[in-house]
């Protein structure tokens, strides 16, 4: 290995000399430079009248029209870069859970609009309405509650009748809202 060693830096050192001797071989003369020429006057020619060309010029490329106003319009086409299949993520096992218990809940097995108002509780310390499901089934309403498949929240119960918001995405992944009223049936 003390050979190899002694063997690189002995070329090394020789190509250290072979580079310094030739920078300072090409520092040592200076050629003088070329005199600059002086410009010769011309005199100027009388104004000539311009030639006519021999031959008119033809080009063999068609000339197009300009392009539309946005040729690169791509706002119809569809992202190449969406996948096809999106993959909606797990729910946790506690959002699941309660998503069961709710279906199990005869209350959200019926869209909001198929339960008739019977009869509303006001007065005390809050309004409380009683609904019948299509089952001839009564359930007791407070504010707050839900109700029907998209778990519809009551957010109001007057005199008049009961209000239901539903929140829900619909076929393009957009968050609505809906509100419903729930009215009294009139005496007949």
């Known amino acids: 290995m003390t050979k190899n060693l002694s063997k690189n830096s002995a070329v090394c050192g020789l190509m250290v000399t072979v580079a310094c001797a030739a920078a300072l ?24 009248p311009p030639a006519k060309p021999v031959q008119k010029p033809l080009s063999s490329s068609l000339t197009l029209p300009p392009p539309a106003v946005n040729q690169f319009d791509f706002s119809n086409k569809k992202d190449p870069f969406k996948p096809f299949v999106v ?3 797990e729910p946790s096992p ?15 097995r ?3 609009t198929q339960f008739t108002l019977i009869g509303i509780v006001t ?15 009564g359930y007791v309403l407070r504010v707050g509650m ?18 239901v918001l539903e929140q ?19 005496k007949q």
Not at 25 to 48: D, E, L, S
Not at 95 to 105: D, H, S, V, Y
Not at 146 to 163: D, M, P, Q
């Open 94 to 108: 506690a959002a699941a859970e309660r998503k069961a218990l709710k279906e199990g809940i005869p209350i959200h």
């Open 110 to 112: 019926f869209d909001v």
């Open 146 to 163: 839900t109700i029907g498949k998209n778990e519809g929240r009551v957010t109001a119960i007057t005199t008049s009748g009961v209000e």
């Open 168 to 186: 829900f995405r619909d076929d393009n992944g957009k968050v609505r809202r809906e509100r419903i009223k729930l009215t009294l049936p009139r």
């Open 123 to 137: 007065g005390g310390r809050e309004n409380r309405a009683m609904v019948v499901d299509p089952d001839h089934k």
């Open 25 to 48: 071989a090409g520092c040592g003369t200076k050629a003088p430079a070329p005199a600059a020429p002086k410009p010769a006057v011309a005199p100027k020619p009388a104004a000539a």
């Open 87 to 89: 993959a909606k993520p």
